[in-house]
Nanobody, 127 residues
Framework: QVQVVESGGGLVQAGDSLRLSCTAS????????MGWFRQATGKPREFVAS????????LYGDSVKGRFVISRNNADNTMWLQMNGLKSEDTAVYYC????????????????????WGKGTPVTVST
């Protein structure tokens, strides 16, 4: 059974930086496509960023492009999200997700769910 665990959320001020971490463990040893999604209170879940299994390809949501950077360890399913220039509108619960179906392009996950999900880590940006 694959377990996905996020960490690193917290309370920061606008303009600060924060780094989220995620590990997907317990699988067959294959590397997964991985991504970050977020959900603010009262709003639908939003795609943040994703990264292909070899780390060579990334995709970002328009609202975070140029501020957030996704990266991963290519040897395993560990991933990070460096969030810079945080804004109040970045306040949300951030979810890490992983998918063994690496034949799908990253754009597939703009409208479709990944297979495995973490429980989320909250990020609050105060002004």
């Amino acid at each position: 059974q694959v377990q996905v665990v996020e960490s690193g959320g917290g309370l920061v001020q606008a303009g600060d930086s924060l780094r989220l971490s995620c590990t997907a463990s317990g699988g067959t040893g294959s590397t997964y496509t991985m991504g970050w999604f977020r959900q603010a209170t009262g709003k639908p879940r939003e795609f943040v960023a994703s990264i292909f299994k070899d780390g060579e390809e990334t995709l970002y949501g328009d609202s975070v492009k140029g501020r957030f950077v996704i990266s991963r360890n290519n040897a395993d399913n560990t991933m990070w999200l460096q969030m810079n220039g945080l804004k109040s509108e970045d306040t949300a619960v951030y979810y890490c997700a992983a998918d063994p179906r690496t034949y799908y392009p990253l754009t597939f996950y703009l409208k479709n769910d990944m297979f495995y999900w973490g429980k989320g880590t909250p990020v609050t940006v105060s002004t």
